[in-house]
């Protein structure tokens, strides 16, 4: 069981806007950045936003982060095949003084 | 470039041991804390460990508090992983990952992973 909560699907069409949510507590999104990866099973996940809504270079800004209270959200617009991928929110969590990830949320292009 | 690079993995039975390794280039090892993800099969992302650049604080996931210890030789740019007693949850895809601070801590963030070992802990 994650400590931050996401749907465990997304899916869309090729030029579609989707959002994937990222559940948390006043522990760890609430009073922490929030931050997003995308990973292919086997490879090295790679940070698509970092601090909440910022991206790092080289991320195409068809990635946006976004967050509110004790959720956070990242959409993805002019969806494109090579997106298909799972994605994981992470935050600092105090209680636990560690990281917490989401259980991911794998996003499939129709 | 950065890179990580673990190593280390393999098949063990419960309750034996085993020691992962990170080898890291491309940027000042000693300048950042570094961190252990795991993935278990058909599972999320969780994080394991996570040590300063001095060794001076380190932390663990409750999971593996008590049998896993974290370290890193700055010198050889390298960071480790022991792990004892391991169980059969413990089977995952182990990553290395560095952080943006000094610290383990909220102000960083993991942005460079490597692609992973892998751990399988079966009789």
């Known amino acids: 069981q994650s400590v931050l909560t996401q749907p465990p699907s997304a899916s869309g069409t090729p030029g579609q806007r989707v959002s994937i949510s990222c559940s948390g507590s006043?522990?760890?999104?609430?009073?922490?950045?929030v931050y997003w990866y995308q990973h292919l099973p086997g490879t090295a996940p790679k940070l698509l936003i970092y601090?909440?809504?910022q991206r790092p270079s080289g991320v195409p800004d068809r990635f946006s982060g976004s967050k509110s209270g004790t959720s956070a959200s990242l959409a993805i617009s002019g969806l494109r095949s090579e997106d298909e991928a799972d994605y994981y929110c992470?935050?600092?969590?105090?209680?636990?003084?560690?990281?917490?990830f989401g259980g991911g949320t794998k996003l499939t292009v129709l | 470039e950065v890179q990580l690079v673990e190593s280390g993995g393999g098949l063990v039975r419960p309750g034996r041991s085993l020691r992962l390794s990170c080898a890291a280039s491309?940027?000042?090892?000693?300048?950042?804390?570094m961190h252990w993800v795991r993935q278990a099969p058909g599972k999320g992302l969780e994080w394991v460990s996570g040590?300063?650049?001095?060794?001076?604080?380190?932390g663990y996931a409750d999971s593996v508090k008590g049998r896993f210890t974290i370290s890193r030789d700055n010198a050889k740019n390298s960071l480790y992983l022991q792990m004892n007693s391991l169980r059969a949850e413990d089977t995952a895809l182990y990553y290395c990952?560095?952080?943006?601070?000094?610290?383990?801590?909220?102000?960083?963030?993991?942005?460079?992973w490597g692609q992973g070992t892998l751990v399988t802990v079966s009789s």
């Open positions: 990952a560095k952080d943006t601070g000094d610290y383990y801590d909220s102000n960083g963030y993991n942005d460079y």
């Open positions: 601090r909440n809504n």
């Open positions: 006043s522990s760890n999104v609430g009073s922490n950045y």
């Open positions: 992470a935050a600092w969590d105090d209680s636990l003084s560690g990281r917490v």
């Open positions: 491309g940027f000042t090892f000693d300048d950042y804390a």
């Open positions: 040590i300063s650049w001095n060794s001076g604080s380190i």
